[in-house]
């Protein structure tokens, strides 16, 4: 049953507390009204929000920030601080979106209401962040750096200093520990070459999209990419290129996110080849140039066709094939997969069957190499609900993060997998955690590319 009076009754405690921020908050005519009067309050996107799931709460689910967007709409004033807290809260994962019977476009709810909204924040919250997406994120060299440096620091065993300090309640060292605790064993970092030939027979020409944080935290999936491309006959350019945006655009600042789309279509524009991205969430935004772009003239026609461009790594490899060498030598060491649809991937982008159609030939390959099959592909329930990393939702909401992460792990446990594959960095980030803190047998957690490069035999020692 829809709570709507515990809604209002909830929200009736924090109507004296409204923001006036004279600088912000009008929203008339911010976010379309046809898209929030699209929303019949079926209630059937609740199943699919992992916020709702988690936390009970009207005022965590799609219907009800929608009702809190339109409220806000209506009221022509500056949003109140708790509504705000709502929106934020938010994953983002689009899950509401594939849910729902009406077709409510929540997304483009979001992003619409998101930029009124991050102007309602402090002014040194909202410096820092746009330091991160303009100055930190978009400087690759400097990522480099930074990455070499936490390497340096879990070497020295700095998780554990952190938590002394946290023990004895130090400034920040407790929110600083928990952030800590999340990121992956950094490895050693190795650029991409700028061009990587083709095995065997020439097919074509692609172009890769590397992507920050899968550039300083994930590079060996990065490299495992560019193998299996070029083990399909093609041969692989890496252009200099920027951070996606993706982060920007979903903090709300957009201008940003549209600058970066700018340089990265221009990065592109004289290249020959598909663009393809290992990161389901730097593809997501790669295919939404258009949309994000759409009322500047001089970029609408140059965002288009660098949108039609854009494939997941797992689109281009299942539309290619391996040779008949590469096939034969096939072997899966783990004896049960289970594969995590990234929300990125599958319900933003609706990416579903191409990582299905590989895992898949990948066992048919193992069953003939092997004359039977040595690993089982088990079915994940609730594959495609988020695990709660959501970009850097679990650095800034780190509790209900958490909560979201511990029912994606009991549906990962209760599959029985020894090896979880997905195709974002966050949710790696995520899903790795999760594992770390998930008492019984050890659950391994990959990129699809790895696990494809691992199993194919394709990565030699000077790779």
């Not at 490895?187 to 020439?202: D, E, I």
């Amino acid at each position: 049953m829809f709570a709507w009076q515990t809604f209002e009754q909830e929200e009736a405690m924090v109507e004296n507390k409204a923001m006036n921020d004279a600088q912000s908050g009008q929203a008339k005519g911010l976010i379309d009204q046809e898209l929030l009067d699209a929303c019949i309050h079926c209630g059937l996107c609740l199943p699919a929000c992992p916020t709702y799931l988690a936390t009970g709460r009207e005022t965590e689910s799609p219907r009800g920030r929608i009702y809190l967007i339109n409220q806000w709409q209506q009221s022509g004033r500056a949003p109140q601080s708790r509504m705000v807290e709502h929106i934020d809260s938010c994953l983002g994962c689009l899950g509401c979106q594939t849910a729902c019977p009406s077709g409510v476009q929540y997304e483009k709810i979001l992003d619409q209401a998101r930029p009124g909204l991050t102007k309602t924040k402090p002014m040194w919250k909202r410096q820092i962040s746009r330091f991160l997406f303009a100055k930190v994120l978009p400087d690759y060299n400097l990522l480099r750096r930074l990455s070499r440096l936490l390497r340096i620091w879990q070497h020295l065993k700095g998780r554990a200093f952190l938590e002394v300090l946290a023990k004895i309640k130090f400034p920040f060292a407790g929110k600083v520990a928990v952030l800590e605790a999340f990121l992956p064993p950094v490895p050693q970092f190795q650029p991409l070459p700028k061009q990587s030939w083709n095995v065997g027979k020439k097919e074509g020409k692609v172009q890769f999209f590397s992507g920050c944080v899968m550039d300083a935290l994930y590079g060996p999936a990065n490299h495992a990419a560019v193998r299996l491309i070029r083990a399909q006959g093609q041969v692989v350019e890496v252009a200099e290129q920027t951070c996606c945006g993706a982060l920007a655009y979903h903090a709300g600042e957009v201008d940003i996110a549209k600058q970066l789309a700018k340089g990265n279509i221009a990065a592109f524009t004289d290249k020959e080849g598909p663009i393809v991205v290992a990161s389901a969430g730097c593809g997501a935004i790669l295919k939404e140039y258009d949309q994000l772009l759409a009322k500047e003239s001089d970029w609408q026609q140059k965002a288009k066709q660098f949108v039609s461009r854009v494939q997941d790594i797992s689109e281009f490899l299942s539309e290619h094939v391996f040779p008949e060498h590469v096939r034969r030598r096939a072997r899966v060491a783990a004896p049960k997969v289970a594969y995590h649809a990234a929300c990125h991937l599958a319900h933003a982008q609706h990416v579903r069957r191409p990582p299905e159609k590989l895992l898949n030939q990948l066992l048919d390959d193992v069953k003939e190499a092997s004359g039977k099959p040595s690993f089982a592909l088990v079915p994940l329930i609730d594959a495609e609900h988020c695990c709660g990393s959501a970009g850097i939702f679990n650095i800034l909401h780190p509790e209900l993060s958490l909560a979201v992460l511990k029912a994606k792990m009991a549906r990962i446990k209760e599959s029985g997998a020894d090896l979880v594959v997905t195709g974002n960095p966050g949710c790696l980030m995520q899903l790795a955690a999760g594992a770390r803190q998930t008492p019984g047998k050890p659950i391994q957690v990959m990129h699809l590319v790895e696990l494809l490069d691992e199993a194919y035999g394709l990565a030699k020692p000077d790779d």
